[in-house]
C-alpha cells in the first residue's frame, strides 16, 4: 500500500516551536507557575470544549465572531477564548465546594478564531490568576497581585519594567464631574493615549462630539505626571465632589501604600491615569504592565477589579480581582526582540557515547547518572563517532562521555566539555559530581 | 441590566477535578515529566487543531467517527485525537532541523467523541515518549524504554507492577507457520485473553472458522508461561522455521537481555505472548504495563515498535518506537480504588493570620516566607478568628501563623500546627527554619 503524500503542515496562526525553544517557553510557563503557587494560589484544569451556551452566556461582540463553535451530534460546543468566562461557571459550578477567597491559577490554551496577522495567534497560552471572594473582598488583594507580577518578571529575568496602576472609578468619578454619564467610548479612547499619544486621544474625543473644555479637561487630567506621591496629591487637590471619585482615590490611595508594603520596589510601580483597560467588567484598580526598554510590545501583563465574577451563572455576588500574563504572544515578542537565545537550552547535561563493544559498560554508567538524577541520553545508534559529537554539539548538550575499551580498562571514561573542547579523565564518581 | 441564569455545567465525559485533586493530578504528571525529560527526551507542543486532511490522512475507521471535525470559513479542521499523528506530522514537517534520533515527550490532551461511558473520556492527557530513527533505530532502544516506565511508576509511587513484553514478529512469524497470513483478526483475539480468557479467546478464534488443531497451537502458544529465560528456551525449542519468527525471537532475546542491563528488576517485566496490541502499525516489540494488584485497571503503559512513523507525510523512512501513559484515566482509576487521597495535597505551607491592626507586620513576614521560597498565603478579609483557620483547615494548609499585638510587642509569633493543635512561639527566623 503507498499512501499519496499529505503536505505535513499545521494552521496558520499557529505556534509550533523546535524542541530548543520549547525548552525555553516551558522554563517561561513554569516560572510562572511556581510564583503563583508560591503565593497561595490553587490550580484548577478545565475543559477546553464547553457548552456553547455556557461560553456565550454573556454574548455579543468580537467574541462571538471569533469563537470556534461546532456542533457533535445534537451538542452545541465551542472552544474557550479565554480563562475568566471558565473561572466564573467554574466558581457558580462547585461553589459549595470552594473556600473563600478563592485564589486559583490556570495556565492553558485558549482559542481565537481573529483575523490572520503577524504576531497574533488563533491558539494561545493563558497564565491567570484571579482572588474571588464570598460577597466582599478586602482592597489589599488588589496591591499583593503586584507584588506577584513583580516576583514573578524578576525571576523571568526583567528588571526594567514598570506595573501601571489606575483606578476605574476615578476616571469614572472625574468624567461624570463633567457631566459624561456613559463614560465606555471616553474610556476607550483614553486607553490608546500609549499608541496614539495625546494628539490622537483628541482627535478620537472630537469625533465623540464633545465640547473643547471637556477635551481639554480630559487631556490635563490623563496628562498628570509625577511620582506616585505627587499624583495622588494633584488629585486630591481636584476636589472633585462626587461619591464615585472619592471612593476611587481613596481605593487608589490603598492600593498604592500597600504595593509598597508587599515589597515592590517604587521603580516598578506607577498610578497611570490613562490606563482605563476597554473590558467593561473591570470596576476598580486596573493594572498594566510594560517593558520599560520594549515599549512597543504593549502589555505583558494586565488585569484589574470586578464587582461581579459570574452573575450568568449565578446569583451569589463574586467580586475579585485578577491579572493575565498571554505567554504565547510574549514569547514570541520577547524572541523578535532577540530577548530570547535558543543556544544553551538543553536539558539533558551528558551524552554517553559507547565504542563498539562497550556498549554494557555504557549502560552501565548511564544506570549510575540517572540513578544521580543527572539529565542524560547513552547514544545507541551505529556509525562513527564524529557524527555522534556532532549530535550532542547540536542538540547543546554540554558534555560528552566517551566510553571505549582503553577506558573501561583504566576505569576512566573520557569527558569531553562540548563548548571548550577540554578533555579530562575520570571514574564514574567523578563523572557524577563533576555533572551534578 | 438583570441577566438569565445559564446553569453552570461541564459536557459529559469530561474530567474536572477540585483543585485539591488538581494538585495531586498536577503532581503525577511532574513525575511522569521529569522522568521522560530524565531520559534525554525533548519536550514540543503542537496545536489542538490541525488539518483536518493532515490528522485523516491515514483516514478509516473509528478514528473518523470519533473525531471532533469543525469548519470555520473555508478551512476544514478537527481536534487532534492522539499525539502520534501530530509526532508523524512534526517529524516530517520539521525533518530537517530535527536531530536523530530524535528523542521526544508530548504531554497534552488529545479528544475523541465516544459514547459516553463510566470511566471513559472524551477529552483526556497523553503522556508520550518516542524515539525516531533516521532510516535504521537500533533494538536496544526498545529495551531503554521498559526502564523508562519502570523508573516512572517507581517515582510515582507503584512497586507490584509488570511490564509485558512480546513482539510482532514473534507473533506473526508462528501464525505464519500455521499457515495463517492474514493475522490481524487472530492478533486482535489473542489480545484480548487478559479480559476474556483462554475460553473466551477459543471461542472468538471459531467465529474465524479456523480449524481445531490451529485453534490448539495457538492455546497452547499463548499460554506458554515461566520466567523470561524460561519462555525464550521454550520458544527455542518451537523449532519454527521462517525468518520473520526467527528475527523476531532475536530481537525479544536482545530486548530482554538489555532491560535487565537497563536496571529493570525481573520481578517487573516479564514477556507475555498473548501481549499483541490491536493497533495494525506495530511492527515488533510491543509493551503493556499493569498493576499486579488491580489487573481490571487494564494496561496503564502500553506502546511499541513501528518500522515506519509518517508514511503519509514523507518518503523518508522513519522506524520508532514509544509508549504513552493515559494519565487522565489512569488518575480516575487510581482514585476509583482509593490509592490517590485528596487529603493533606496543600502546596501552601502557611497561612499567616494578622488580627486587626497588624495587617502591616503580617505583610511584613509574609514577604519574608516568600522570599524564602516558602509557599504561603495571608488572610487578608476581616472577620472572626475561627473562620479564618477553618478555611486553613479546609485547604490542608498545614500551619498558620497568628500576627496579634501581644506577638509583634514580643516579637515572637504563635505557630499552629493545624493537625496536632499544638502551638509555638516563635520569632521570625525560627519560623522560616521550621517551614523551610
Do not use: W
Not at 505583558?300 to 464587582?307: E, L
Amino acid at each position: 500500500m503507498s499512501a499519496d503524500i499529505v503536505k505535513p503542515s499545521i494552521l496558520p496562526g499557529f505556534m509550533e516551536l523546535t524542541p530548543q525553544d520549547q525548552i525555553l517557553f516551558n522554563k517561561m510557563m513554569d516560572t510562572i507557575r511556581a510564583n503563583y503557587e508560591k503565593f497561595g494560589f490553587l490550580p484548577i484544569d478545565t475543559p477546553l470544549i464547553e457548552k456553547a451556551e455556557v461560553l456565550l452566556a454573556k454574548g455579543g461582540g468580537e467574541t462571538e465572531k471569533q469563537i470556534y463553535r461546532f456542533q457533535k451530534g445534537d451538542t452545541d460546543m465551542a472552544l474557550r477564548f479565554d480563562l475568566t468566562v471558565p473561572l466564573a461557571r467554574y466558581v457558580a459550578q462547585h461553589y459549595s465546594e470552594l473556600s473563600f477567597p478563592f485564589r486559583r491559577y490556570h495556565i492553558g490554551k485558549v482559542y481565537r478564531g481573529e483575523r490572520n496577522q503577524k504576531g497574533r495567534f488563533r491558539e494561545f497560552y493563558q497564565c491567570d490568576i484571579d482572588i474571588i471572594g464570598n460577597g466582599t473582598l478586602d482592597i489589599v488583594n488588589d496591591a499583593e497581585l503586584p507584588s506577584i507580577i513583580y516576583s514573578t518578571f524578576k525571576e523571568l529575568g526583567f528588571d526594567a519594567f514598570t506595573i501601571k496602576i489606575n483606578n476605574r472609578k476615578v476616571l469614572n468619578g472625574f468624567l461624570k464631574s463633567l457631566n459624561i454619564e456613559d463614560s465606555t467610548y471616553v474610556l476607550r479612547a483614553i486607553d490608546k493615549l500609549d499608541k496614539i499619544g495625546v494628539e490622537g486621544v483628541e482627535k478620537e474625543l472630537n469625533n465623540l462630539n464633545l465640547e473643547d473644555n471637556i477635551i481639554n479637561s480630559i487631556k490635563e487630567f490623563i496628562s498628570i505626571d509625577g511620582t506616585n506621591k505627587e499624583i495622588i496629591e494633584r488629585l486630591e487637590k481636584l476636589d472633585i465632589d462626587n461619591e464615585v471619585f472619592k471612593v476611587g482615590l481613596e481605593e487608589l490611595k490603598t492600593v498604592v501604600k500597600y504595593i509598597g508594603l508587599f515589597g515592590v520596589p517604587e521603580g516598578n510601580y506607577k498610578i497611570d491615569l490613562s490606563i482605563a483597560r476597554g473590558l467593561d467588567y473591570y470596576t476598580g484598580t486596573v493594572y498594566e504592565t510594560f517593558l520599560n526598554d520594549y515599549p512597543s510590545i504593549g502589555s505583558i501583563c494586565s488585569g484589574g477589579r470586578y464587582d461581579n465574577l459570574a452573575t450568568y451563572y449565578t446569583k451569589q455576588k463574586l467580586p475579585g480581582v485578577g491579572v493575565s500574563i498571554g505567554l504565547t504572544r510574549l514569547f514570541y515578542q520577547l524572541k523578535e526582540a532577540n530577548l530570547i537565545k535558543s543556544e544553551d537550552s538543553s536539558l539533558t547535561k551528558a551524552l554517553v557515547i559507547p565504542m563498539e563493544g562497550c556498549l554494557e559498560k555504557g549502560i552501565e554508567i548511564i544506570n549510575r547518572l540517572r540513578e544521580e538524577g543527572i539529565f542524560s541520553q547513552i547514544y545507541l545508534e551505529k556509525g562513527k563517532i564524529s557524527k555522534k559529537f556532532s549530535y550532542a554539539d547540536k542538540l547543546g548538550i554540554p558534555y560528552v562521555i566517551v566510553v571505549g575499551q582503553d577506558e573501561i580498562e583504566k576505569g576512566e571514561y573520557t569527558l569531553r566539555d562540548m563548548k571548550t573542547g577540554e578533555q579530562q579523565s575520570m571514574c564514574v564518581e567523578e563523572l557524577i559530581n563533576k555533572l551534578k
